[in-house]
Nanobody, 123 residues
Framework: QVQLVESGGGLVQAGGSLRLSCAASGRTFSSSAMGWFRQAPGKEREFVAGINWSGGSTHYADSVKGRFTISRDNAKNTVYLQMNSLKPEDTADYYC????????????????WGQGTQVTVSS
């Protein structure tokens, strides 16, 4: 079992930056693929970024490539999402997710979810 708690959301102006953190509990964190997703009001949840167990492989949605960076610190059981050059269209609830079965980067197949943290980007 893995429990995930996100933090770091807030209100920022367009062009600004935020760093989201996701603290995980559970012995399997260091062997699990991790991901960030987001859901804007009235829209479906979408994949934002994923990272493999070691942090050596990452994958990003085209909409955030070059602006967002996912990373992890297995010693701290934490995964991060550094968000730069934020745009109003990045406004959403952001969720951290962990895979029970996959160690490599995956876009789907996540089993554990955090409660979400809200990001609002003003124009």
């Amino acid at each position: 079992q893995v429990q995930l708690v996100e933090s770091g959301g807030g209100l920022v102006q367009a062009g600004g930056s935020l760093r989201l953190s996701c603290a995980a509990s559970g012995r399997t964190f260091s062997s699990s693929a991790m991901g960030w997703f987001r859901q804007a009001p009235g829209k479906e949840r979408e994949f934002v970024a994923g990272i493999n167990w070691s942090g050596g492989s990452t994958h990003y949605a085209d909409s955030v490539k070059g602006r967002f960076t996912i990373s992890r610190d297995n010693a701290k059981n934490t995964v991060y999402l550094q968000m730069n050059s934020l745009k109003p269209e990045d406004t959403a609830d952001y969720y951290c997710a962990a895979s029970r079965y996959y160690a490599r980067v995956v876009l789907t197949g996540y089993d554990y979810w955090g409660q979400g943290t809200q990001v609002t980007v003003s124009s």
